[in-house]
């Protein structure tokens, strides 16, 4: 069974607010906000990587190959999905009907498969699940502890802006704890 992930941005919105990114820095005038903003961009991109999460809501789309005719629930891998994402779900690119499937919202979100749903002849050979991951469309919908590990690494680029060798390219350890708690564990 092979799977791909991709992330299709729904917001516009940055996933950080540079003032408080600048105000984590220290850094007062606005010659740097440029640097800073790619910084914190990389920042968000670091943590949505580590804790497999949407920080702002993005349009999540898995297409599975070779599903595995034994799995009625399939952890689906960026969370979160709140309650009232409707999830679009193919099989070698026809529709499901919403009652062939539940999206389980929440922090790890998975999709439940009714049964009987492999008792098809012949067995899909690709399933593509679309839903909306994210925690809101602005960055005030972030939950703090986030904020501040994405601060907190654009810390890290900012003052390593110019290493000079690889070890000095680090994760921050506030960035490492908080994605942690965000990270899916996998049973």
């Known amino acids: ?35 800073i903003a790619a910084m914190a961009w ?11 999460i949407a920080l702002i809501d993005q349009m999540i789309r898995v297409t599975i190959f070779d599903p595995s005719p ?9 969370g979160p999905a709140r309650a009232d994402t409707v999830a679009t779900v193919l099989v070698d690119g026809l529709a499901l009907a919403v009652t062939d499937f539940e999206l389980v ?25 679309e ?10 919908a972030i939950p703090r502890d986030l904020a501040q590990a994405i601060a907190d690494q654009a810390a890290v680029h900012f003052d ?13 350890p506030h960035m490492q704890r908080i994605g942690a708690r965000y990270r899916g564990v996998k049973i």
């Open 1 to 35: 069974m092979k799977i791909l992930t991709s992330r299709t941005p729904v917001a516009n919105d940055a996933p950080f607010r540079l003032s408080d990114v600048k105000a984590h820095l220290r850094v007062v005038h606005s010659e740097e906000d440029a640097a």
């Open 42 to 52: 990389t920042a968000a991109a670091e943590i949505e990587h580590f804790a497999q």
């Open 70 to 78: 034994t799995a009625s629930m399939i952890s689906l891998p960026i």
């Open 105 to 129: 919202p929440g922090h790890r979100p998975f999709l439940h498969l009714k049964a009987g749903f492999f008792d098809r002849d012949p067995i899909p050979a690709r399933m593509s699940i």
């Open 131 to 140: 839903y909306i991951a994210g925690f809101g469309g602005t960055a005030a």
């Open 160 to 172: 390593n802006r110019a290493p000079h060798d690889a070890r000095a390219l680090t994760t921050s």
